[in-house]
């Protein structure tokens, strides 16, 4: 349970820096994924994944999607924040680590709603690599600091 909350905030990013003067290009890979969920867009998150992307869980670009798809489907709403970020950059690689804080409301289908997290906190380190003109995610990790189940 803890690695599929952590996989489902790793997609929910939304900066805590609203106003940017030069739009760095990580930060706004970030905001597209924050976008993508908010609006639970598999194929928005999807197109931000590098053709290469693996983690410890998913061996491939298509499972982590897979992932993905299962996730926001069994949320009605979904809202993430972040803090703590930090990137370092190198020319064909940039690390960002920082802090997510998850918070959804689970689709009352069945015992679905009982099983999923409505909060997590999340520690998170992802690599971005340019492909095709924008910085994408090739690889993530994560370890989960806490969930709440909720009533």
């Known amino acids: 349970m803890q690695i599929l909350v952590a996989v489902l905030a790793a997609l929910l990013l939304v900066p805590a820096v609203s106003c940017r003067k030069e739009t760095d290009p990580v930060h706004a890979a970030l905001d597209e994924l924050a976008s993508a969920a908010d609006d639970r867009d598999a194929d928005a998150a999807g197109k931000l994944l590098a053709t290469a992307y693996a983690d410890a869980d998913h ?8 992932t993905i798809r299962r996730y926001f489907a069994a949320y009605e709403r979904i809202s993430t924040s972040f803090s703590d970020v ?5 020319p064909d690689l940039a690390r960002a680590t920082f802090t997510a804080n998850f918070n959804g409301a689970p689709r009352k289908l069945g015992s679905l709603e009982g099983m999923l997290p409505r909060s997590a906190k999340v520690k998170f380190e992802m690599n971005f690599v340019p492909e095709d ?14 969930e709440d189940s909720g009533p």
């Open 59 to 66: 061996s491939d670009r298509i499972a982590a999607l897979q």
């Open 86 to 90: 930090k990137i370092d950059r190198k």
């Open 133 to 146: 003109g924008r910085w994408k995610v090739a690889w993530a990790a994560w370890t989960l600091v806490s």
